[in-house]
Structures are given as structure tokens and as C-alpha cells.
């Protein structure tokens, strides 16, 4: 009679420690299952957001020139004051 306790006591044990174990690992599972995305998409999110880098001198300068020649298409300068800025800004280079 006290080996079927034993036996049925060291069962309840087990039992209870293998449904832990379960509960634990579906914890686990959802914690690794949700972490893994949400590291994922901070990393994007960060990476996106970063300023952006300077443009370099040549390619600032090539954003005056159009700059320049949208407002000689518009009529607001004449082509000799076109023709002078964009000397001036090209003779820089040299």
C-alpha cells in the first residue's frame, strides 16, 4: 500500500513538474517568437530615421544650377543674368 502512494505521489510530481515545464517553454516560445520582430523592426525604424548625410560640394552645386534654371524658365532673371551666375558658379570649379 505505501509503494502505490509513493508511486502515485512521485506521478502527481512529475506531472506537475512536466506541466510546468510546458508553461514555461510556451513562455519562452512567445517571448523569442515576439522579440525576434520587434528587434527587427526597431533596427529599420532607427536605420530610417538617421539624418541624412550632407551633400557634397559638387552636388550642391548642381542643385544651385537647377535651381537657377528653373527661375530663368519662369522669367524671373534675364539670360544675361543667367549666363553670369551660372559663370560664376561653374568658374568655382576651376
Known sequence: ????QEQTILRF????LGITFVII?????YIYVFSI?????GSISIWMGRPKK???RQEKQDSV???L???YAKGEITKE???????ALTEDDD
Do not use: N, T, Y
Request: proline share 6%; aromatic share 6%; charged share 30%.
Open 54 to 56: 550632407k551633400l557634397p
Open 25 to 29: 517553454g510556451i513562455i519562452f516560445l
Open 13 to 16: 510530481i512529475a506531472i506537475g
Open 65 to 67: 544650377l537647377e535651381v
Open 81 to 87: 543674368e543667367f549666363e553670369e551666375k551660372r559663370d
Open 1 to 4: 500500500m505505501a509503494l502505490i
Open 37 to 41: 520582430p520587434l528587434i527587427i523592426i
Open 69 to 71: 534654371k528653373i527661375r
